[in-house]
């Protein structure tokens, strides 16, 4: 942990002087956003604390993950507390990214950011930042260890999906023996864990299958810079019927190349478009999305943009190049 224990300290305090929590996660949210969020949901409810959970519109998850406890009992946006006395947010990096839930978190009475991102900005009145964590989750496992509140079933099985998605089923360099310490305490609750792998890795409806393959085909490869990108337009996306939340999971498919360091997907939207980069060894991702506009990890990053997924593109050819140059 790099966090000072007086920073964790300050956050069990408020937690337990609170009448009621109001938790949020970022846009568009993931595996460890869901997943550290509703795991400190089940927990207060467990301690009878009264608790909100929402994320920013538009209000909708990927299908992996659905079988989330917790996800019928979220608030929408619309319905979310003003001004709350105690509001937590979960793996974002910046109010940018709480979209139409930034005016509360700038309104409540306490603001707690629990987040293991390297480009947080620390944007809470209590900011509890691991940037060593593999997950957020792993920074809400010991938060609730400092509250003194034990782990339930659903909070273990919320827990477990940010860390397994976040570790990439264990595949990543943040993979430690405390990730695996932490993994075996929450398949303790007897989790259904092969099930909840294949809802979120493997289980595709064909339309996407269909999808991937057209991404794939279109792959580019640039042997010299070791970089490797492929783009899925808006008109890819109603050709085939798939939402653009199916195809998250195209950037690991990609980062395979044998040939290339650098992976990049673009995501087309209706405001522009979304940007995924993974990468080997000793190149820095997060320096070139935190330029372009977003954050992230060394190994793992990304960013958001109003321009055109080819003029993007440039972008990220010309930060790979440059970033090369230097490494």
């Known amino acids: 942990m790099t966090i000072p224990a007086a920073d964790f300290n300050r956050a069990a305090r408020a937690i337990q002087?609170?009448?009621?929590l109001s938790l949020a996660c970022h846009q568009n949210p993931d595996g460890d956003a869901l997943g550290s969020m509703f795991a400190l949901h089940h927990l207060a409810r467990a301690h009878g604390v009264p608790v909100v959970s929402s994320w920013p519109s538009p209000f909708v998850v990927a299908p992996h993950?659905?079988?989330?406890?917790?996800?019928?009992?979220a608030t929408k946006p619309g319905d979310y507390p003003e001004r709350p006395e105690l509001m937590i947010t979960f793996d974002c990096g910046s109010l940018a990214r709480l979209g139409d839930l930034a005016g509360p978190a700038?309104?409540?009475?306490?603001?707690?950011?629990?987040?293991?991102?390297?480009?947080?900005?620390?944007?809470?009145?209590?900011?509890?930042?691991?940037?060593?964590?593999?997950?957020?989750?792993?920074?809400?496992r010991e938060l609730a260890r400092r509250l003194g509140w034990e782990l339930t079933r659903d909070a273990a099985q919320c827990l477990y999906t940010g860390l397994v998605c976040d570790t990439g089923r264990f595949q990543y360099e943040s993979t430690s023996p405390d990730v695996f310490s932490l993994a075996e305490e929450l398949s303790k609750f007897d989790l259904p864990i092969?099930?909840?792998?294949?809802?979120?890795?493997?289980?595709?409806r064909f339309a996407y299958i269909k999808l991937i393959s057209m991404a794939l085909d279109r792959a580019q490869l640039d042997r010299e810079a070791g970089f490797v990108c492929t783009w899925v337009t808006l008109d890819d996306l109603a050709r085939f019927g798939v939402e653009i939340d199916e195809i998250e999971g195209l950037i690991d498919l990609v980062r395979r190349t044998a040939e290339a360091e650098v992976a990049c997907v673009i995501r087309e939207t209706t405001n522009g478009v979304k940007v995924s980069l993974r990468s080997l060894h000793d190149f820095d991702v997060g320096a070139i999305a935190m330029r372009l506009g977003g954050g992230g990890h060394r190994h793992a990053a990304g960013f958001e943009s109003e321009d055109s997924v080819q003029d993007v593109l440039a972008k990220i050819r010309t930060a790979v190049a440059q970033a090369s140059r230097l490494n």
């Open 17 to 20: 002087g609170a009448k009621s």
């Open 106 to 140: 700038r309104a409540a009475g306490e603001l707690i950011v629990l987040d293991h991102h390297a480009s947080n900005d620390r944007y809470g009145s209590i900011n509890v930042v691991d940037t060593d964590a593999a997950a957020t989750a792993v920074v809400v």
């Open 65 to 73: 993950y659905r079988y989330l406890p917790g996800l019928d009992q």
């Open 194 to 204: 092969a099930s909840m792998n294949r809802q979120l890795f493997e289980e595709h």
